[in-house]
């Protein structure tokens, strides 16, 4: 019940494309879900986060999308760049102890 | 842009030997927390630690695992028996009021 499923495991989107990612939960309980992005060599850094009583969030090319009633988020790139280029983990929490459930990552190519 | 600094980026020890992993958190942070990344694998919650204490603590931060925050701005995790399979990527991290949390680029644990 505690984990956060995450698909696909990798992905390739042409260069202006739109890169969507998905993540699934169980715990009624998780209030709180970041999408991290982690380059190589790099540790992971928050991109956007949401709570569950919104729908969406945008942040400039980054959209969340969340769907509470399905237990379902993701996370959405808008014209994509060979730069957006990484891994991307969505996680989930509890706010009350930020202790963040990971998904198990996804490794995003933007081809030229 | 403040950041999250751990020394050292790579350590190699032999099997049975302690290591002590160093972060230095953001300044104003005050919570802090300890995460690993097993190759090829998700990112593993290990430990939270707020007003010199431990919060939260997993499955996998047993006995051999402590941590402490030895003066007013280190933060250290310290594996006293070091085994095969604590070889990962150990992430400090740290967020303020907020729960954007920032990680530090990691120290690659290797254990022979």
């Excluded at chain 1, 019940?1 to 989107?13: D, G």
């Excluded at chain 1, 202006?16 to 169980?26: P, R």
């Excluded at chain 1, 715990?27 to 986060?49: M, V």
């Excluded at chain 2, 104003?28 to 995460?35: E, G, Q, R």
């Amino acid at each position: 019940q505690q984990q956060v499923k995450q698909s696909p495991q990798s992905l390739i989107v042409q260069k202006g494309g739109i890169s969507i990612i998905n993540c699934a939960y169980e715990n009624t309980a998780f209030d709180y879900f970041p999408w991290y992005q982690q380059f190589p060599g790099k540790g992971p850094a928050l991109l956007i986060a949401i709570r569950p009583d919104v729908s969406e969030k945008k942040e400039g090319r980054f959209t969340i999308s969340f769907n509470k009633s399905a237990k379902q988020f993701s996370l959405h790139i808008m014209d994509s760049q060979p730069g957006d280029s990484a891994t991307y983990f969505c996680a989930a929490s509890i706010r009350s102890n930020y202790q963040l459930i990971w998904g198990a990552g996804t490794k995003l190519i933007i081809k030229p | 842009e403040p950041e999250v600094t751990q020394t050292p980026s790579h350590q190699v020890t032999q099997m049975g030997q302690e290591v002590i992993l160093r972060c230095v958190p953001i300044s104003n942070h005050l919570y802090f927390y300890w995460y690993r990344q097993i190759l090829g694998q998700k990112v593993e919650f290990l430990v939270s630690f707020y007003n010199n204490e431990i919060s939260e603590k997993s499955e996998i931060f047993d006995d051999q695992f402590s941590v402490e925050r030895p003066d007013g701005s280190n933060f250290t995790l310290k594996i006293r028996s070091t085994k095969l399979e604590d070889s990962a990527m150990y992430f400090c991290a740290s967020h303020g009021a907020d729960e954007k949390l920032f990680f530090g680029s990691g120290t690659q644990l290797s254990v022979l």
